[in-house]
């Protein structure tokens, strides 16, 4: 198998505890067969004054994600959800730790049941 990266949208790098639209930068990281490695803190500039889901902000996420096959945020809203989906990005609503989805990934990885990354 590939390696993937995936974005997590977190406050402390240990949960996801943010959602969509509050990220003002994502952790990167890259999912092998058998590790995790922190690749970088991706910064996101949205344009003050517009929501998070209007158009132009949708293109700076998008541009942040650019090399991601999935997201983890705390919540998204329907239309970033599918603005996402149609850029083939899957993004995942959930509260765990970061160590939780990796240990989940790995095995799920190692057992061939990973289809998104």
């Given at each position: 198998?590939?390696?993937?990266?995936?974005?997590?949208?977190?406050?402390?790098?240990?949960?996801?505890?943010?959602?969509?639209g509050?990220a003002?930068?994502?952790?990167?990281?890259?999912?092998?067969?058998?590790?995790?490695?922190?690749?970088?803190?991706?910064?996101?500039?949205?344009?003050?004054?517009?929501?998070?889901?209007?158009?132009?902000?949708?293109?700076?996420?998008?541009?942040?994600l650019?090399?991601?096959?999935?997201?983890?945020?705390?919540?998204?809203?329907?239309?970033?959800?599918?603005?996402?989906?149609?850029?083939?990005?899957?993004?995942?609503?959930?509260?765990?730790?970061?160590?939780?989805?990796?240990?989940t990934?790995?095995?799920?990885r190692?057992?061939?049941r990973?289809?998104?990354?």
């Amino acid at each position: 198998m590939s390696s993937c990266r995936i974005a997590i949208a977190s406050s402390d790098g240990n949960t996801v505890d943010l959602h969509f639209g509050q990220a003002t930068s994502l952790l990167i990281y890259e999912i092998g067969d058998e590790k995790v490695d922190f690749i970088e803190e991706r910064e996101v500039r949205l344009i003050p004054g517009e929501a998070a889901h209007a158009e132009a902000n949708m293109e700076i996420f998008a541009g942040a994600l650019h090399d991601c096959s999935a997201i983890f945020v705390r919540r998204i809203g329907q239309r970033s959800l599918r603005y996402l989906f149609e850029r083939k990005i899957t993004a995942f609503e959930v509260t765990f730790s970061l160590n939780h989805i990796f240990n989940t990934l790995l095995k799920n990885r190692q057992r061939g049941r990973v289809r998104i990354l």
